[in-house]
Nanobody, 126 residues
């Protein structure tokens, strides 16, 4: 069992930055690939970024490449999402998820995730 708790969301002006954190319980955190997804009202959950547990490869949605960075600290059981140059269209509830998948394609699919956090709201004003 893995429990995930996100934090770090808030209100920021366009062009600003935020760093989201996702703290995980459980001693096997290092063996889970982690992903960040977001969901706006009336829309489906959208992949943002993922990091594979074996090797640390990362993957990003085209809409955030060059602006967002995912990282993890296994000693702290935490995954981060550094978000720079934020845009109003980045506004959404951001969720972190944990999956045993270790494939580049797999980590972008929300269906393979076993655990989810409760989400944290990010609002970017224009």
């Amino acid at each position: 069992q893995v429990q995930l708790v996100e934090s770090g969301g808030g209100l920021v002006q366009a062009g600003g930055s935020l760093r989201l954190s996702c703290a995980a319980s459980g001693r096997t955190f290092s063996m889970y690939s982690m992903g960040w997804f977001r969901q706006d009202l009336g829309k489906e959950r959208e992949f943002v970024a993922g990091i594979i547990w074996s090797g640390g490869s990362t993957r990003y949605a085209d809409s955030v490449k060059g602006r967002f960075t995912i990282s993890r600290d296994n000693a702290k059981n935490t995954v981060y999402l550094q978000m720079n140059s934020l845009k109003p269209e980045d506004t959404a509830v951001y969720y972190c998820g944990a999956t045993r998948s270790e494939t580049y394609n797999g980590i972008s699919n929300p269906r393979v995730y076993d655990y989810w956090g409760q989400g944290t709201q990010v609002t970017v004003s224009s």
